[in-house]
């Protein structure tokens, strides 16, 4: 994870699969932490069921290791809002 600013305040995190260099972004926001997936996870029913986006990948098993670590991420901050890639 970069601190793109250095003021802890957006991170940028790699996140391989759909693309080799393909990332997700963390913001810091009034409202709470503001977690932006691209295209780890295209739908909602995909991140719920832990399901890559299908053909639309560069490397499947480092599609896998992205959206399971950003679920992480997001279990352990429940108040996180997350925004896919295709969906609200």
């Given at each position: 994870m970069i601190d793109v600013f250095g003021d802890?305040?957006?991170?940028a995190i790699l996140t391989p699969g759909h693309t080799k260099g393909h990332t997700s972004y963390l913001a810091r926001t009034p409202e709470g932490p503001l977690l932006m997936?691209?295209?780890?996870?295209?739908?909602?029913?995909g991140w719920e069921n832990d399901v890559e986006p299908g053909s639309f990948l560069a490397e499947r098993d480092?599609?896998?290791?992205?959206?399971?670590?950003?679920?992480?991420?997001?279990?352990?901050?429940?108040?996180?809002?997350?925004?896919?890639?295709?969906?609200?």
């Open positions: 802890r305040s957006f991170f997936t691209g295209n780890v996870s295209h739908t909602r029913w480092h599609a896998r290791e992205s959206l399971l670590a950003l679920k992480a991420l997001s279990e352990r901050h429940p108040k996180m809002t997350v925004k896919l890639g295709h969906q609200p």
